[in-house]
């Protein structure tokens, strides 16, 4: 409920640790949050996306950004690549079916 707080906890964390990918992708969660702060979350998640490329996690946070954007294409090879390291992430598996639910309506 303290978002404010939570990003600026995050970003000291970030930037004291900038090679550990959960803070980094914690860090880019919170940004996304914000219209004003949608592409530094891109750019977070994206580094930890790089850290940590096996983690179906971050790919799948980075695809969420992306279909909030209406980036449906991005957000769609985010979550094939997730599923691909692992085929059970529930969590990318929704993402995917509502993807493909927006594309039917369009």
């Known amino acids: 409920g303290r978002l404010q707080v939570a990003m600026t906890q995050l970003a ?3 930037r004291l640790s900038p090679r550990d ?6 860090y880019g969660r919170a940004l996304a949050a914000g219209k004003q ?3 530094l979350a891109e750019s ?3 580094a930890a996306v790089k850290l940590e490329p096996s983690n ?4 799948t946070m980075l695809a969420e950004l ?3 954007l209406n980036f449906h ?8 690549r997730a599923l691909a390291l692992d085929p059970n ?3 990318a598996r929704a993402l995917l079916r509502k993807i493909e639910k927006a594309r039917r309506k369009s």
Request: proline share 3%; aromatic share 12%; hydrophobic share 25%.
């Open 12 to 14: 000291a964390a970030a």
């Open 21 to 26: 990918a959960r803070y980094r992708a914690q």
């Open 37 to 39: 702060t949608r592409r």
């Open 44 to 46: 977070e998640l994206q």
């Open 56 to 59: 179906p996690r971050y790919r």
């Open 66 to 68: 992306y279909f909030d």
């Open 73 to 80: 294409r991005r957000a769609q090879t985010e979550l094939q």
């Open 89 to 91: 992430h529930e969590k």
